[in-house]
Nanobody, 126 residues
Framework: QVQLVESGGGLVQPGGSMRLSCAAS????????MGWFRQAPGKEREGVSG????????YYADSVKDRFTISRDNAKNTVYLQMNNLKPEDTAVYYC????WGDGSKWYAESEYDYWGQGTQVTVSS
């Protein structure tokens, strides 16, 4: 069992920055990759970014590339999503997820993930 808790969401103005955190607990040594997803109102959940626990490889959706950065702190069992130059279209509930079997290469696929956090709201608005 793996438990994931996101934090760091809130309201930010366009062009601003925000950092999301995802703290993992439980059987964390079994985690092979972590991902961030988001779901905007009326839209399907989409992959934002992923990071492999095996080789540290990182992956990004085209819509966030060069603006978002995923990282991890193994000592704190936490994965971060640094979001810069935020846009109104980034408004969504953001979820982190843990993959126990993959290598991160299919980071964008919800079906790859075994555990999910409860989500944190990010609102980009002036």
């Amino acid at each position: 069992q793996v438990q994931l808790v996101e934090s760091g969401g809130g309201l930010v103005q366009p062009g601003g920055s925000m950092r999301l955190s995802c703290a993992a607990s439980g059987s964390i040594l079994s985690i092979s990759a972590m991902g961030w997803f988001r779901q905007a109102p009326g839209k399907e959940r989409e992959g934002v970014s992923g990071i492999s626990s095996t080789d540290g490889g990182t992956y990004y959706a085209d819509s966030v590339k060069d603006r978002f950065t995923i990282s991890r702190d193994n000592a704190k069992n936490t994965v971060y999503l640094q979001m810069n130059n935020l846009k109104p279209e980034d408004t969504a509930v953001y979820y982190c997820a843990a993959d126990l079997w993959g290598d991160g290469s299919k980071w964008y696929a919800e079906s790859e993930y075994d555990y999910w956090g409860q989500g944190t709201q990010v609102t980009v608005s002036s």
